[in-house]
């Protein structure tokens, strides 16, 4: 269950976060928790976490161990700073900062090269799933993105199926509409990878996860899991969506706080 912050909250917010939230997920042992906020914040984030199962990571990354790269940050220094995950071409990152199949491919690399589990975002527009052009998409982004590592790079990613009509927009996309997309890029793995790949790899879903529709979502044997934006950044409601199983509600003994 990863929490994707975007360009929300300063450390002292970061810090706060953590207090509240902590407890409300201390019974989730069961659970792979991941937590990505700003730059900025994630050495305040990963000391606020490390008494706990919480792990913290990165929204995106250079793929240069160093050099005279004014603004970015590398994967080598994320590692350093804690971090054992980083998100990879974000729609966002796509849409506004002109991230192609070809840097994700680079990013994820250097992702797994750092030692950090990329979690690699695909997904499709409003205009090409009206289209009917979805699989065509989904294939191109998989064909072009992860298709160029190797088998063995390939079993350390996480991929996150985010369709870019669900982002911010409260229109989540049904269990069943992400259980397919999630399926045909399952498929698109075994075709490269295999059966065992296919098998082993894990795909978030992304868009306007909530507390509301986190069970529907989670029931589908497909979805392994979710990356949430907005309802990431309060305790309660990350905490709710963590503990999804115990219903639309923190109150289960279980997330009640210490
Ligand atoms: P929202 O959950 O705010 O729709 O954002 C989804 C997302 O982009 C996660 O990476």
Known sequence: MAGNWKMYKTPAETVAFF?????????????????????????????????????????????????????????????????????????????????????????????LRAGLTPIVCVGERLEEREAGRTEQVLARQFAGGVAGLSAEEFARIVIAYEPVWAIGTGKTATPQIAAEAHAFLRAQARARYGETAAAGLRILYGGSVKPSNIQGLMAEEEIDGVLVGGASLEPASFAAIVGWENGDSILNPQFRPA
């Open 19 to 111: 207090e509240q939230f902590l407890p409300l997920v201390a019974g989730a042992d069961h659970r792979r928790i991941v937590i990505c906020p700003p730059f900025v914040n994630l050495a305040a984030a990963v000391q606020a976490s490390a008494q706990s199962a919480v792990e913290i990571g990165g929204q995106d990354l250079y793929w240069e161990r160093e050099g005279a790269y004014t603004g970015e940050v590398s994967g080598e220094m994320l590692a350093a700073v804690g971090c054992r995950w980083v998100i990879v071409g974000h729609s966002e990152r796509r849409q506004y900062f002109g991230e192609t199949d070809a840097s994700v491919l680079k990013k994820t690399a250097a992702a």
